[in-house]
Structures are given as C-alpha cells and as structure tokens.
C-alpha cells in the first residue's frame, strides 16, 4: 500500500468531521436492502459503516491505519474493527455475504485483494466499490477542483481499475446525485482532509490554504453564507462473485 494510501491516519479526526457519508439509495444499490453480514473494507473512520449499521446490516470494519481504527471504534461502539489489508483480511473463507469499498478501492492492488475478496465471500456474494465525487458540474465546486485538482478517475462512465475476472461478473455501475450541507468555512478542511493535501509540502499547503481562503471570499456562491450544498454523484460498481 502506498505512503498515500496511509497518509489519513496523522488527521483521522478531522477526516471523520468532514469527509461525506454516502446515501442510502447508493447502498441498496450495492448490496440491496435485506439485512446481510457485510465486510467494510478499507473503512477509514467508518462513514459507510455508520450508514450500513443503519440500514440493519451487521458490519466487520478492516481497516490498516491504526489511528484510523481508533476512530472508527469509538464513532461506532460495537461494531468489529480489526486490523488488515484488502491483500490480507483477517477473515474467514466464505464468511460473509457482501464486500464493500468506500473511496478506497483505488488504493488497492488488485492483482491481490480481488482473490481475498473472493475468497472471504459466501457463495453468490456481492462485492461493491464506492466513490463520492464532486459535481463538477455546479460552477464553484469546477473552480474548487481547479484549486485542489478533480477527483473521481473518470468513473461516472466506465470502471478504471482493469479485470475483476475470474473472481467476479463484469462490474455493473450505478450513479445517485445527492447534496451534503458544508460550513463554507469548512472546505479547507475537506480539502485538508485529502491526501494530496497531508503528503504535500509546506508550499503546497500554503497555496491551497490561499486559494481556497480567496475563492470562499470571493465566489458570489460561496462569499458571506455560513454553509453551502456540495453535490457529489456517487458511483457504485456492483459484482457479484463467480
């Protein structure tokens, strides 16, 4: 795993504060709605966990970053959150019924975390990737990623990340819109939150604080209001394992 991939742990907590959780629709899309044992991989502090618990699915969080961890038990009181890798769970074979990935997917080589995934999963189990990306599509959040870069891997048309042959069915893709509420003030931290942002040097810190402080100051959508809507479109690859 990269040095990237393991970057969040030092701003677990302000990852946890700021980062969007996913819709529920995104979630019935991914696994359907009948209560099932579902694996978060890759959990981070536990945002799609939070929304799978409460949707009544019994949730095992694996997640390698301990600080990331440490969060994501306390966020999340009696939920199982152990420690390893999409390459090496620390799961049974064949023990649960779904497999989902929240914004980490790309972090994985798949080469060896698809035959893990495959192998912890029941027989006719599903394994769905999510990502949340920004709807560039609304003016100020295009001059956000003009700041801060895009985001999304071109996945809101086709899945990026090569064969998931012979382990699983082509990857199906669904796309829900959905709006999270930011303080304006805030979108610093969401961007403080990424880990280009946390792996970057001080110049680069300084100048994405700048320009984010002038375009929160001075975009007419964003200028004096005490919070906006971020609209993100959520991308949900469903497979089922062979």
Request: with cysteine; aromatic share 8%; net charge negative.
């Amino acid at each position: 795993m990269s040095i990237s991939a393991l970057s969040f742990g030092s701003a677990a907590r302000l990852y946890d504060s700021i980062r969007p959780t996913y819709p529920v629709r995104a979630v019935a899309r991914a696994i359907g709605a009948e209560p099932v044992r579902v694996l978060d991989l890759g959990a981070g502090t536990g945002p799609l966990a939070g929304v799978l618990r409460a949707a009544g699915h019994e949730v095992i969080a694996v997640e390698p970053d301990e600080q990331m961890r440490a969060v994501a038990a306390e966020r999340h009181p009696g939920m199982q959150v152990l420690a390893g890798s999409a390459e090496d769970i620390p799961l049974p074979d064949e023990s649960v019924d779904a497999v989902v990935v929240g914004q980490a997917y790309h972090w994985f080589t798949p080469q060896d975390a698809l035959p893990q995934i495959h192998r912890v999963l029941r027989k006719s189990g599903v394994f769905a990737a999510l990502w949340n990306i920004r709807d560039d599509r609304t003016p100020w959040v295009a001059a956000l990623s003009g700041i801060v870069g895009t985001e999304g891997y071109g996945l809101e048309s086709a899945w990026q990340y090569g064969p998931v042959t012979p382990w699983f069915t082509e990857p199906e893709r669904g796309l829900i819109e959905h709006t999270v509420t930011v303080p304006t003030d805030r979108l610093i931290d969401l961007v403080r939150s990424r880990s280009t942002y946390l792996t970057a040097d001080a110049a680069e810190r300084a100048r994405l604080d700048r320009e984010i402080g002038e375009l929160t100051a001075t975009d007419p959508a964003l200028a004096g209001r005490d919070s906006v809507e971020m609209p993100y479109r959520t991308c949900v690859y469903r497979m089922q394992r062979v």
